[in-house]
């Protein structure tokens, strides 16, 4: 997938919210690439964006190009054959995306029914071997129940079997492990591991640990654009943006120092940098010019006037 010059806009009463603003990225087939940044700063609308499920509202410019084809111009029609068989989302909350007065098999059976045609009696097998395939226990018993009846964790393996029912080759999760305890959190990572192996993935986390777990590359994003991308190792040994070091500052085995300051409203960014207001390096050029994303290393990606190693 090549993601360009992407920009997403809300048109609200207070302006226009730029909740993705000039996104630059490619993801190639079998990668996991990390989308990380703090809550706001428009990731989960780039996922969204991926599938053209926003609100009718939004404007979107740029290019996704997917197998050859922009998905900013597929038709719904065509986007419908997309979703769920090429491009699959798993969401960000299970809590909210089930429906809790449908059985589970049958939810993730309707999913399988929707983008794959098949009869009732042949998703609903499906289901259940999507249940056993993400290891729920007893999952022809277990198809029956509903949600409530679904630990937290075992309700985020029902999102994972729905998202990947339909057998899609790219995957977009949305904070995967939220709100799992760490034990359920790592059985979440190797069974998203195993199944998302040979796929591509935009995964989408606040979570640096489950990051450095299952991604190749991880991009920190900042109000509404990239600021820095790199292959894991880059990010985690080397990381040039403030940003960046800030974040990493913030894990818990590095003293869990919080970034000062808050994110700027993505209606009005400061000029210049727009983490600026927030870095103790700025200086005089940091609040006048705003900053390419530049390669700094081979394959190593930077905005910042005075990135360094
Ligand atoms: N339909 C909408 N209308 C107006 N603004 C919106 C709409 N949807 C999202 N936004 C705004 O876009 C921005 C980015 O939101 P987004 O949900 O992508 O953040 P996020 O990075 O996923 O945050 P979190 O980590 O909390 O999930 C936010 O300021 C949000 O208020
Ligand atoms: S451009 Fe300046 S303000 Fe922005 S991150 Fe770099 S040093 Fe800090
Ligand atoms: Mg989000």
Redesign the pocket.
Do not use: P, R, Y
């Given at each position: 997938m090549r993601i360009s010059d992407l920009k997403t806009n809300?048109p609200?009463p207070d302006g226009i919210?730029r909740?993705?603003d000039t996104i630059d990225l490619s993801i190639r087939d079998t990668e996991t690439f990390g989308l990380i940044?703090?809550?706001?700063?428009?990731?989960?609308?780039?996922?969204?964006t991926i599938m053209r499920l926003?609100?009718p509202?939004?404007t979107m410019e740029g290019e996704i190009i997917y197998k050859g084809k922009n998905l900013l111009e597929a038709s719904e029609a065509e986007m419908r054959t997309i979703r769920g068989r090429e491009i699959a989302i798993i969401l960000?909350n299970p809590t909210t995306s089930l429906n809790p007065v449908m059985r589970v098999g049958e939810q993730i059976a309707e999913a399988i029914r929707l983008h794959q045609g098949l009869n009732k009696k042949d998703a609903a097998a499906k289901a259940v071997e999507m249940l056993d395939a993400v290891r729920i226990p007893s999952p022809s018993q277990r198809a029956n129940e509903y949600p409530h009846e679904f630990s937290g964790g075992m309700k985020q393996r029902v999102m994972i079997a729905m998202g990947l029912a339909c057998n899609p080759s790219f995957i977009i999760a949305?904070?995967p492990t939220k709100g799992l305890d760490v034990t359920i959190k790592a059985q979440i990572v190797e069974l998203m591991k195993e199944m998302t192996e040979r796929k591509a993935m935009l995964l989408?986390t606040?979570d640096l640990s489950v990051a450095r777990e299952l991604c190749d590359r991880i991009a920190l994003?900042y109000a509404?654009e990239l600021v820095e991308y790199a292959p894991l190792k880059g990010i985690f040994e080397s990381p040039l943006h403030p940003y960046t070091r800030g974040f990493l500052g913030s894990l818990p085995e590095r003293g869990l120092v919080p970034i000062p300051g808050m994110s700027p409203?993505?209606i009005d960014f400061p000029d210049g940098c727009r983490f600026h207001p927030r870095c103790e390096h700025a200086t005089e050029v940091c609040r006048r010019e705003h900053p390419e994303l530049v390669e700094f290393n081979a394959g190593h990606f930077v905005r910042c006037h005075h990135a360094r190693s």
């Open positions: 809300f609200t919210v909740a993705v940044g703090e809550t706001g700063c428009g990731k989960t609308v780039l996922g969204l926003l609100h509202a939004a960000q949305d904070e989408i606040h994003m509404g409203s993505l």
